[in-house]
T-cell receptor, first 115, second 109 residues
Framework: DVKVTQSSRYLVKRTGEKVFLECVQD?????MFWYRQDPGLGLRLIYF???????EKGDIPEGYSVSREKKERFSLILESASTNQTSMYLC??????????????FGEGSRLTVL | RKEVEQDPGPFNVPEGATVAFNCTYS??????FFWYRQDCRKEPKLLMS???SGNEDGRFTAQLNRASQYISLLIRDSKLSDSATYLC??????????FGKGTMLLVSP
């Protein structure tokens, strides 16, 4: 069974703290994504990566960075957490692109609260 | 900016009813469209892809109208277990997807 695993389901951090959200997929997918989901705003793409050490900004990259040192692992980093980064963070992965792209698989999400 | 617009609902329907959702998209160049389903406090999961010729999977039918730039999802004989949020999704790049904000469906006994 395919799987995207996010390391933390719930986190509570203080303003200014550095936060790491880890994501691992076991499907050997090329593409990995980080979204955040907020009520009334839906899913918004933060960053994505189409290969090891490659990254691209999504729609809302400000305040975030990412790391992809291995194909199966994609990390989201909040250098200095702020209260407006309180959200549900969803990692996803997908094989291929264009018309040949496969299904997008999501992890269970990491709910981050910044106090 | 690539947008996907949906009626947020909620759509309240009794069991057995037929319900339809539409969504409109702005990226006319997109070649791929999907419906994802998201249960409360769960991650989104693929419900079905949407093809130009339309496609059907059991009680679910998806249609694409390129001329008017909208996608539809029809659910026949609604079940209680169909209660969820339905996300309209458009391919927005080589591998990226743009999600609508979702339409909530509540099926009651």
């Amino acid at each position: 069974d395919v799987k995207v695993t996010q390391s933390s389901r719930y986190l509570v951090k203080r303003t200014g703290e550095k936060v790491f959200l880890e994501c691992v997929q076991d499907m050997d997918h090329e593409n990995m994504f980080w979204y955040r989901q907020d009520p009334g705003l839906g899913l918004r793409l933060i960053y994505f990566s189409y290969d090891v050490k490659m990254k691209e900004k999504g729609d809302i990259p400000e305040g975030y960075s990412v790391s992809r040192e291995k194909k199966e692992r994609f990390s989201l980093i909040l250098e200095s957490a702020s209260t407006n980064q309180t959200s549900m963070y969803l990692c996803a992965s997908r094989q291929g692109g264009g018309e040949e792209a496969g299904e997008l698989f999501f992890g269970e999400g990491s709910r981050l609260t910044v106090l | 900016r690539k947008e996907v617009e949906q009626d947020p609902g909620p759509f309240n329907v009794p069991e057995g009813a037929t319900v339809a959702f539409n969504c409109t998209y702005s990226n006319s160049a997109s070649q791929s469209f999907f419906w994802y389903r998201q249960d409360c406090r769960k991650e989104p999961k693929l419900l079905m892809s949407v093809y130009s010729s339309g496609n059907e999977d059991g009680r679910f039918t998806a249609q694409l109208n390129r001329a008017s730039q909208y996608i539809s999802l029809l659910i026949r004989d609604s079940k209680l277990s169909d209660s969820a949020t339905y996300l309209c999704v458009q391919g927005s790049g080589y591998s990226t997807l743009t999600f609508g904000k979702g339409t909530m469906l509540l099926v009651s006994p």
